[in-house]
């Protein structure tokens, strides 16, 4: 099977950074896409970034600018820098991977995976 753990997340005051990271375990061949997505209190999961292997990468409107993702193919890892926080940008964080091709035993399967997120709260 493969896991994805989330880290990084925590208090930060409005206008600060914080830094969050994705390991994918497993015996993994090839991710699709990596990506991070969040859910505020009584709001739907939404998009926050995602970068493909070839290493494009896409962005929600609201965290243009000052978000950046970024992805190590060869650890399996995905890393969000985010700047510049605002008390909007509080939610549960979360790690997802698509397209992840692993081996379970002799048998290959391709899946989607989420991690189980981490807390991001912008307050003073």
């Known amino acids: 099977q493969v896991q994805l753990v989330e880290s990084g997340g925590g208090l930060v005051q409005p206008g600060g950074s914080l830094r969050l990271s994705c390991a994918a375990s497993?015996?993994?061949?090839?991710?699709?896409?990596m990506g991070w997505y969040r859910q505020a209190p009584g709001k739907e999961r939404e998009l926050v970034a995602t970068i493909i292997s070839g290493g494009s990468t896409n962005y929600a409107d609201p965290v243009k600018g000052r978000f950046s993702i970024s992805r190590d193919n060869a650890k399996n890892t995905a890393t969000l820098e985010m700047r510049s926080l605002k008390p909007e940008d509080t939610a549960v964080y979360y790690c997802?991977?698509?397209?992840?091709?692993?081996?379970?035993?002799?048998?290959?399967?391709?899946?989607?995976?989420w991690g189980r997120g981490t807390q991001v709260t912008v307050s003073t």
């Open positions: 497993g015996f993994i061949v090839s991710m699709n896409a």
């Open positions: 997802n991977a698509k397209g992840v091709t692993y081996y379970r035993g002799a048998t290959m399967y391709t899946r989607d995976y």
